[in-house]
């Protein structure tokens, strides 16, 4: 009997801990009921995507074991002298570092960084106002480039727009998003900050590790601009960790590709359905932002990028509607959850007035972003 209890409550906790991806192959699972199971699935899944993000998410690993970002925003708080200026510093951080290492990393990277750097100069009550502005950093620097989260990297490769078309297609949102953080610090009030970083361990890295994923990560961004393929950039990638770095493999989120893979069986499926297709095009057809909007307040992003993807050719309108659909409830980007947990751990008390802060400041940013939309040109898209 204890044995059936111990195997249901890790049951529950994989859900609880997996709960999109349980989603994702709960969907294909039941969709294989409608479309038995073919050699036509493996024409559903897009494998170029799911070998390019193991791809960054192997390098950014390397890159995370190395300490490199972590030391990178040290010395940028070596000449901090205000608490508006750390504000500063610890915001644009993930919005910019999240360009290219993706929303969730620069999350997972400078959030428990950030509570560090504020415990040290006894500024603990800014805290939650630096922890929110910097999940909105991570989900609106993620944007502007295709490697900065996965729904941007998966429509990417589907769309066929070249790097430059998609940096020009969302650098307007983009630039105003820098605006409103800049703005938004500036209502923290300026106090006098001294930080005490030498009171951590400084660490020594690896010439030859950072060359090597230095080179790897050129190799990833070559390969986002199509110049050879994923397969070729998996090889070689593997090859290295293998030789020199295989603990790297464990750091690798298997679960988000099983994600996509779920999701792309279920929308490969579901596609077949003529009634149902119809039904959903009907929907998303010239309202491809205020749906993707609103599902990803309810699904997420990634899986509202995968499922809409299969019933609209509108991809640049797309791509603006899930990153905007990022911003909202806390699971409209499941980065955001990353936040959220930091802040549960090492602050249960403030779990409350942490997310009534964070819903109402993703709310506003979000209807200033959508009013924007509204302003631009009808061929923006």
Not at 116 to 128: D, G, H, N, R, V
Request: hydrophobic share 55%.
């Amino acid at each position: 009997m204890t044995s059936d209890n111990q195997k249901r409550n890790r049951i529950l906790e994989f859900i609880k801990k997996e709960t999109i991806l349980t989603i994702a192959l709960l969907l294909a699972a039941v969709s294989m009921f409608i479309v038995p199971p073919s050699a036509a699935y493996a024409d559903y899944i897009d494998w170029n995507t799911i070998l390019l993000l193991f791809d960054l998410m192997a390098v950014v690993a390397g890159f995370q074991k190395l300490g490199v970002f972590s030391m990178i925003g040290s010395a940028l708080l070596k000449k901090i002298h205000t608490s508006r200026q750390l504000a500063l510093i610890l915001v644009f951080l993930p919005f910019f570092f999240s360009m290219l290492i993706t929303n969730d990393v620069a999350l997972i990277t400078f959030v428990p960084f950030a509570l560090i750097i504020l415990k040290l100069s006894a500024k603990e009550q800014i805290l939650l106002t630096v922890v929110i502005l910097q999940t909105l950093a991570a989900n609106l620097g993620s944007m502007l480039m295709p490697m900065g989260n996965p729904q941007n990297l998966y429509l990417y490769t589907l769309s066929g727009l070249t790097l430059a078309d998609f940096v020009k297609l969302m650098l307007p949102l983009f630039l105003l998003a820098a605006v409103i953080l800049f703005l938004a610090v500036l209502f923290i009030k300026t106090t006098p900050v001294e930080i005490a970083m030498e009171s951590s361990a400084k660490v020594k890295i690896s010439g030859f590790s950072l060359l090597s994923y230095s080179i790897l990560l050129i190799l990833c961004i070559l390969c986002v601009l199509k110049y050879f393929s994923p397969l070729w950039l998996t090889g070689i990638i593997c090859l290295y960790l293998v030789i020199r770095d295989r603990n790297i493999f464990q750091k690798i989120d298997y679960s988000l590709l099983a994600t996509f893979i779920g999701f792309f069986i279920f929308i490969g499926n579901i596609s077949q359905i003529e009634s149902f297709r119809a039904a959903l095009q009907s929907i998303i057809v010239s309202h491809e932002i205020p749906v993707a909007i609103l599902s990803s307040q309810i699904i997420s992003n990634v899986p509202a990028a995968l499922l809409l993807s299969g019933f609209t050719n509108q991809y640049a309108a797309l791509i603006i509607g899930v990153n905007l659909g990022g911003l909202g409830t806390l699971i409209a980007s499941m980065a955001s959850l990353i936040s959220y947990k930091q802040i549960a751990r090492e602050y249960p008390d403030k779990r409350s007035r942490y997310l009534g802060l964070f819903t109402f400041a993703n709310l506003i940013v979000l209807g200033i972003l959508y009013g924007a939309l509204l302003l631009l040109p009808a061929d923006f898209f």
